[in-house]
């Protein structure tokens, strides 16, 4: 089946030590995002890729970087992880230019900062 | 400024209780209207796009309507497993990548 698939599903790092978050898809998508969600939130848009094109959020903090090599992969990194960045980060992905544009989330990656 | 509020915020419900969760979004124009269902701990799953006023979607006891204003998912005879966090969100006509959702209901079904 294709699906989107993140990795880790739990990630423990500590305050100030860089940690990177992985996303693939099988879904041949154009448009790869990232969002943070924290307990009883709504998801909370970090930045996405339409292709090779990056998008940034105005509130997205620096500390808060991605990659995206090719059309399947894509990865969040944080530079220096502070307590308040301890959430669930969520990959998705769409196909914009079809017939509809609904978003395709992968299970999550929780992160605990210690 | 685009906005998406869903209501109510929590909602308790005896098993075969019929209800319904309401999203009303103000955006200058609406590329389409979508409700995700998302289990404790695990990534939003995919339920419906609605994308103009009087379409109707269904999907097991699920069934979502859509006005200009604002959209319904109403939940016929629930059972215990349907008890999840319903997401609305939008995208504006404008942007072809971009979502803005809903804080969410948090529905729970006792059996």
């Known amino acids: 089946d294709a699906m989107v698939i993140q990795n880790p599903r739990y990630q423990v790092t500590q305050f100030g030590k860089p940690v990177t978050l992985s996303c693939s898809q099988t879904?041949?998508?154009?448009?790869m995002y990232w969002y943070q969600q924290k307990s009883s939130q709504a998801p909370k848009l970090l930045f996405h890729?339409?292709?090779?094109?990056?998008?940034n959020e105005a509130d997205t903090p620096d500390n808060f970087q991605s990659r995206r090599p090719n059309t399947s992969f894509c990865f969040l990194d944080i530079r220096s992880p502070g307590l308040g960045d301890a959430a669930m980060y969520l990959c998705?992905?769409?196909?914009?230019?079809?017939?509809?544009?609904?978003?395709?989330f992968g299970p999550g990656t929780r992160l605990t900062v210690t | 400024e685009d906005q998406v509020t869903q209501s109510p915020e929590a909602l308790r419900l005896q098993e075969g209780e019929s209800s319904s969760l309401n999203c009303s979004y103000t955006?200058?124009?609406?590329?389409?209207l979508f409700w995700y269902r998302q289990d404790p701990g695990k990534g939003p799953e995919f339920l419906f796009t609605?994308?103009?006023a009087g379409e109707e979607k269904e999907k097991e006891r699920l069934k979502a309507t859509l006005t200009k204003k604002e959209s319904f998912l109403h939940i016929t005879a629930p059972k215990p497993e349907d008890s999840a966090t319903y997401l609305c969100?939008?995208?504006?006509?404008?942007?072809?990548?971009?979502?803005?959702f809903g804080s969410g209901t948090r529905l729970s079904i006792r059996p």
């Open positions: 998705a992905t769409s196909r914009v230019g079809g017939s509809s544009y609904e978003q395709y």
């Open positions: 955006v200058s124009g609406l590329r389409g």
């Open positions: 609605l994308y103009s």
């Open positions: 969100a939008v995208q504006e006509r404008s942007s072809a990548s971009k979502i803005i």
């Open positions: 879904l041949n998508h154009n448009v």
């Open positions: 890729y339409y292709d090779k094109d990056f998008n």
